[in-house]
């Protein structure tokens, strides 16, 4: 078996730090904001290069914040990519706005910024590019559609970990998810929200405690999305070790293209220029997809899809009024792309086998 991710590997590199965090945490019982929480937000805003990080219950709540953070006129457009996981609109309608979908590149898969600019009217106030698979959404053109548009910008990086873009604007807001599959992932849920400038970054950590920074006054309505302290202390130990794990899944996936390239019907995934690619995912595309799934799958290769339905097919986004057609690249790889096996500890005999599994089921369609 060889599996998609394998979270064991990575525990075993971090298990005694974790081990000893979790005994101070549980000595000090500082369960809720400890001092891992502060610590862990300041070496990750480091990491990123922002100024401000605030950490948050999980990556959906991130993006949520994030919007609401912004002060959004209520029932607002928000452009979004139709091929993202669902969790991108879900948290655009509880922040109180309307998904407006927009299609990808052909190339990357990532948000298209003409169709993104088509789709955004007189009542859109924000955009949100997504960092899909691991590497960064055209963020010149992004912020080019935002400044003519006067629309906010919000990031779903959590896909993104560690990624960089040449010649970029810097990042204003920018949510993220440490759901355990991650490039950077603790050990249930946790996010955070990335910020450029103490605004909204102070208006976020008051929304994730009640609308409270004196105990007991409230400033405005919030809710409870705090980062868990046992969390953080698994994510300080993770953080660590994120740029070399990196740079491994980079070395993955040039490995992958080397055994790939030769192999009939296999569309291989791109980087495109400027961008560092983390590879939280290696997606590539191929025909009759739903079988070449099963057979890694019975051979004993965990691949995996992300995501077969985009967004305007979902039935809980009906009411959006689009069905088949309306964003037809975004369609057309739902129903080819296929995750392989992908992360820190992947071994090149393992890729080896993947390869040739891949190539010995493709010739047998």
């Known amino acids: 078996m ?17 081990l000893q965090g979790f005994d101070r945490v549980l000595q000090n019982t500082s369960f809720v904001q400890g001092p891992d929480v502060a610590a862990f937000e300041e070496e990750f805003a480091a990491f990123s290069g922002v100024p401000h990080c605030v950490g948050v219950g999980n990556g959906t709540d991130a993006i949520e914040l994030a919007l609401r953070a912004c002060g959004l006129p ?20 509880r922040a109180g706005l309307r998904p407006i979908l927009a299609d990808c590149d052909d190339d990357h898969l990532l948000l298209d910024p003409e169709s993104a600019a088509t789709a ?8 949100l590019p997504v960092h899909l698979y691991g590497q960064q959404a055209p963020m010149a053109a ?4 935002a400044a003519r548009r006067g629309l906010a910008v919000v990031e779903d990086g959590a896909q993104s970990q ?17 759901y355990p599959g991650k490039n950077l992932g ?17 208006a976020i950590r008051l929304l994730t405690s009640h609308g409270s920074e004196v105990k007991y006054r409230h400033e405005t309505l919030g809710f409870n999305s705090r980062l868990d302290t046992l969390q953080a202390v698994v994510l300080r130990a993770k953080l660590k070790r994120l740029a070399r794990w990196n740079e491994l899944r980079r070395a ?12 009939d019907g296999v569309r291989l995934p791109r980087t495109a220029p400027g961008n560092v690619h983390v590879w939280h995912l290696y997606v590539i595309r191929v025909p009759e997809r739903d079988k070449v799934l099963a057979g890694l799958q019975e051979a004993g290769v965990q691949a995996q899809i992300h995501y077969p339905v985009p967004v305007h097919l979902q039935p809980a986004f009906r009411h959006l009024g689009h069905g088949p057609g309306d964003f037809p690249v975004a369609e057309k790889a739902a129903g080819e792309i296929l995750s392989l096996p992908m992360h820190p500890h992947l071994t090149p005999a393992q890729q080896e086998e993947v390869a040739e599994t891949l190539a010995k089921v493709l010739g047998q369609l």
């Open 252 to 263: 993955a996936a040039d490995r992958y293209e080397t055994l790939l390239s030769g192999v």
């Open 120 to 127: 955004t009217g007189p009542d859109t106030a924000a955009i």
């Open 74 to 93: 209520p029932g607002a457009g928000a452009v979004l990519p139709a091929n993202t996981f669902v969790a991108t609109a879900e948290a655009v309608v």
């Open 142 to 145: 992004v912020h080019e559609l």
């Open 186 to 202: 603790a050990y249930g849920e946790a996010g955070a929200v990335l910020a450029s400038s103490p605004g909204p970054a102070r």
């Open 162 to 178: 560690g990624s960089e873009q040449a010649g970029r604007p810097p990042v204003g807001l920018a949510a993220t998810s440490f």
């Open 2 to 18: 060889i599996p998609f991710v394998d979270l064991r590997a990575a525990h075993a590199e971090v298990a005694e730090e974790v």
